[in-house]
C-alpha cells in the first residue's frame, strides 16, 4: 500500500458574487493571478481538467441563480452562505491515479452532502495536484450552509466518511492531525539548533539568530534538516496517579478561631469622657459654701458714730482670712446633717444616675402625626377663611361646608 497522503479541506463561500468570484479563480480567468510572482504556472494552465460544470464563471453563476429561482428561495441576506467549496488534494509525488481519485472524491462530494454540484476543476498548474469542487446549499427550497458545514465533530465524521469510500479504495494512507508542540518545547528546540550551528559552523550569532527567527514556532522542519530530534516535555515519575497519591507531611490543624477571638487578649479599657455640666450641691433650706472655700474672717472695729463722718486720710480696713481646724470640723459636722439634691440647669434630678456619675439620656418626644394633621388643615382652612377679591365671591356656606369636608377627610 502506498504511504501517499490526501487532504479534504472545506471552505464557507458568503457575499452576493462570490460564486463568480471563485468560479473565475477555479478556471484561470483571473489575470492578476497568473504572472511571474504568482504560484501558477500559466504554461500548465491548459493540463487543467473540468470535471463538472461549464468553462466560464458567468455561466456558473447564472446556473446557481436559476436553481435558486426554480426553488423560490427568498433573497438571502449579505452574511448567508451561497456555496461550499471542498478541496481534494494529494502529494506531488503521488503514484495514485490522480483523474479517477478526483472523478470518485467529487462524486462523494454530491452524494455526501446531497445537494447540487456546481463546478469541479482539477488543477495541474501548481506545485500539488488538486480538485475544487463548488457545491450550491440547496436543500427542499433552502439554503443551509451552516447546517451542511457543521462543526469540527461533523468535519472529523466528513473526514472518516471520505477515506472509508474513497481514500482507502486508491491506497491512500489517512491524514492524522499534526500535534503542535508547546511554547517550552519550541524554545528548547531552538536553542539546541543554536548550539548544533554554533559548533558544525563559522557563523556569527546574529545571523543564526537571523536564521533561526522563522522556525521559533513551527521548529519541525529545522530539527529535521538539522538531524536533531525534538525535545520530549519532562513528565513527572510515575504519572499523574503517582504524583497525587505520594505520601506528603501532615498538616498541622489549628483551631478554629472566633470570628471575634477576645480570648486571645483583654481589650484595652476605653477611659470615660468626663461629663461636663452645671452642677452644684443645694439645700432647700439653706446653702453654704464648698467645704474647700475659706471662709473669710474679718476683724471688726466698734461701729463709728452716726454722726461722725470718716477722715479722709483714713486708711480703708484690712481683711485677714483666717481658716483653722475648728472651721473645718464644724463644716463637716454641718454637711453630714443636711439633706441635699443634686440638681442641673437644663435637666431635673431624677435624670441624674449615681452609679454611673452621668445625667441620663432623655429621648426626645415624638412628633404625633395627628398633630402635624391638624397643623396641616389649619394651614389650609386658614387659606379658605380668607374673603377672596372680586365678582366671583363664593357663598358663606359653600365655605363652611368645605371646611367641614376638610376636617371629617383628616
Same mark, same amino acid.
Given at each position: 500500500?502506498?504511504?501517499?497522503?490526501?487532504?479534504?479541506?472545506?471552505?464557507?463561500?458568503?457575499?452576493?458574487?462570490?460564486?463568480?468570484?471563485?468560479?473565475?479563480?477555479?478556471?484561470?480567468?483571473? %489575470? #492578476?493571478?497568473?504572472? %511571474?510572482?504568482?504560484?501558477?504556472?500559466?504554461?500548465?494552465?491548459?493540463?487543467?481538467?473540468? /470535471?463538472?460544470?461549464?468553462?466560464?464563471?458567468? =455561466?456558473?453563476?447564472?446556473?446557481?441563480?436559476?436553481?435558486?429561482?426554480?426553488?423560490?428561495?427568498? $433573497?438571502?441576506?449579505?452574511?448567508?452562505?451561497?456555496?461550499?467549496?471542498?478541496?481534494?488534494?494529494?502529494?506531488?509525488?503521488?503514484?495514485?491515479?490522480?483523474?479517477?481519485?478526483?472523478?470518485?472524491?467529487?462524486? @462523494?462530494?454530491?452524494?455526501?452532502?446531497?445537494?447540487?454540484?456546481?463546478?469541479?476543476?482539477?488543477?495541474?498548474?501548481?506545485?500539488? $495536484?488538486?480538485?475544487?469542487?463548488?457545491?450550491?446549499?440547496?436543500?427542499?427550497?433552502?439554503?443551509?450552509?451552516?447546517?451542511?458545514?457543521?462543526? !469540527?465533530?461533523? &468535519?472529523?465524521?466528513?473526514?472518516?466518511?471520505?477515506?472509508?469510500?474513497?481514500?482507502?479504495?486508491?491506497?491512500?494512507?489517512?491524514?492524522?492531525? !499534526?500535534?503542535?508542540?508547546?511554547?517550552?518545547?519550541?524554545?528548547?528546540?531552538?536553542?539546541?539548533?543554536?548550539?548544533?550551528?554554533?559548533?558544525?559552523?563559522?557563523?556569527?550569532?546574529?545571523?543564526?539568530?537571523? /536564521? /533561526?527567527?522563522?522556525? %521559533?514556532?513551527?521548529?519541525?522542519?529545522?530539527? %529535521?534538516?538539522?538531524?536533531?530530534?525534538?525535545?520530549?516535555?519532562?513528565?513527572?515519575?510515575?504519572?499523574?496517579?503517582?504524583?497525587?497519591? !505520594?505520601?506528603?507531611?501532615?498538616?498541622?490543624?489549628?483551631?478554629?478561631?472566633?470570628?471575634?477571638?477576645? @480570648?486571645?487578649?483583654? $481589650?484595652?479599657?476605653?477611659? !470615660? #469622657?468626663?461629663?461636663?455640666?452645671?452642677? @452644684?450641691?443645694?439645700?432647700?433650706?439653706?446653702?453654704?459654701? $464648698?467645704?474647700?472655700?475659706?471662709?473669710?474672717?474679718?476683724?471688726?472695729?466698734?461701729?463709728?458714730?452716726?454722726?461722725?463722718?470718716?477722715?479722709?486720710?483714713? =486708711?480703708?480696713?484690712?481683711?485677714? &482670712?483666717?481658716?483653722? #481646724?475648728?472651721?473645718?470640723?464644724?463644716?463637716?459636722?454641718?454637711?453630714?446633717?443636711?439633706?441635699?439634691?443634686? =440638681?442641673?440647669?437644663?435637666?431635673?434630678?431624677?435624670?441624674?444616675?449615681?452609679?454611673?456619675?452621668? @445625667?441620663?439620656?432623655?429621648?426626645?418626644?415624638?412628633?404625633?402625626?395627628?398633630?402635624?394633621?391638624?397643623?396641616?388643615?389649619?394651614?389650609?382652612?386658614? *387659606?379658605?377663611?380668607? #374673603?377672596?377679591?372680586?365678582?366671583?365671591?363664593?357663598?358663606?356656606?359653600?365655605?363652611?361646608?368645605?371646611?367641614?369636608?376638610?376636617? *371629617?377627610?383628616?
Amino acid at each position: 500500500m502506498s504511504a501517499d497522503n490526501h487532504f479534504l479541506r472545506i471552505k464557507k463561500l458568503t457575499g452576493k458574487n462570490i460564486i463568480k468570484a471563485a468560479a473565475k479563480h477555479n478556471l484561470r480567468q483571473i %489575470a #492578476a493571478e497568473i504572472g %511571474a510572482d504568482s504560484h501558477i504556472d500559466a504554461a500548465r494552465i491548459p493540463d487543467n481538467v473540468i /470535471l463538472v460544470g461549464p468553462g466560464s464563471a458567468d =455561466e456558473v453563476a447564472r446556473n446557481a441563480q436559476a436553481m435558486m429561482d426554480g426553488a423560490n428561495v427568498k $433573497p438571502l441576506k449579505v452574511t448567508a452562505i451561497r456555496a461550499l467549496e471542498v478541496v481534494f488534494s494529494l502529494p506531488p509525488d503521488t503514484t495514485a491515479d490522480q483523474r479517477r481519485f478526483f472523478e470518485d472524491a467529487t462524486e @462523494w462530494a454530491g452524494a455526501h452532502f446531497g445537494v447540487p454540484t456546481l463546478s469541479a476543476v482539477i488543477h495541474n498548474d501548481e506545485a500539488a $495536484p488538486h480538485c475544487h469542487v463548488l457545491l450550491l446549499p440547496l436543500v427542499e427550497g433552502r439554503m443551509v450552509g451552516s447546517d451542511l458545514h457543521g462543526g !469540527k465533530p461533523k &468535519l472529523l465524521a466528513m473526514q472518516a466518511d471520505f477515506y472509508d469510500k474513497v481514500g482507502r479504495k486508491h491506497g491512500l494512507a489517512r491524514t492524522m492531525p !499534526k500535534k503542535r508542540h508547546s511554547t517550552a518545547i519550541c524554545l528548547a528546540a531552538i536553542n539546541m539548533a543554536r548550539e548544533c550551528l554554533r559548533t558544525n559552523s563559522a557563523l556569527q550569532d546574529d545571523v543564526i539568530d537571523a /536564521l /533561526l527567527v522563522p522556525h %521559533a514556532k513551527q521548529p519541525e522542519q529545522l530539527m %529535521a534538516a538539522l538531524g536533531l530530534a525534538m525535545p520530549v516535555p519532562v513528565v513527572a515519575k510515575g504519572g499523574f496517579a503517582t504524583m497525587m497519591t !505520594k505520601p506528603c507531611k501532615l498538616e498541622v490543624s489549628q483551631p478554629r478561631r472566633p470570628r471575634n477571638p477576645i @480570648w486571645l487578649a483583654d $481589650p484595652p479599657q476605653e477611659e !470615660k #469622657a468626663v461629663t461636663i455640666c452645671s452642677v @452644684w450641691i443645694a439645700d432647700s433650706e439653706q446653702s453654704f459654701s $464648698p467645704p474647700d472655700t475659706p471662709q473669710p474672717t474679718t476683724s471688726t472695729s466698734p461701729p463709728a458714730p452716726a454722726d461722725s463722718e470718716p477722715e479722709a486720710s483714713q =486708711e480703708p480696713a484690712s481683711i485677714e &482670712l483666717v481658716h483653722t #481646724a475648728e472651721d473645718d470640723q464644724q463644716h463637716a459636722e454641718g454637711v453630714a446633717n443636711i439633706g441635699y439634691t443634686r =440638681e442641673s440647669l437644663d435637666q431635673p434630678s431624677e435624670l441624674w444616675n449615681g452609679d454611673t456619675g452621668e @445625667w441620663v439620656q432623655q429621648e426626645p418626644p415624638k412628633a404625633s402625626h395627628r398633630a402635624n394633621a391638624d397643623r396641616t388643615v389649619q394651614a389650609m382652612l386658614s *387659606r379658605f377663611s380668607k #374673603a377672596p377679591t372680586g365678582p366671583h365671591k363664593p357663598p358663606q356656606r359653600h365655605h363652611q361646608a368645605n371646611q367641614s369636608r376638610m376636617v *371629617r377627610r383628616c
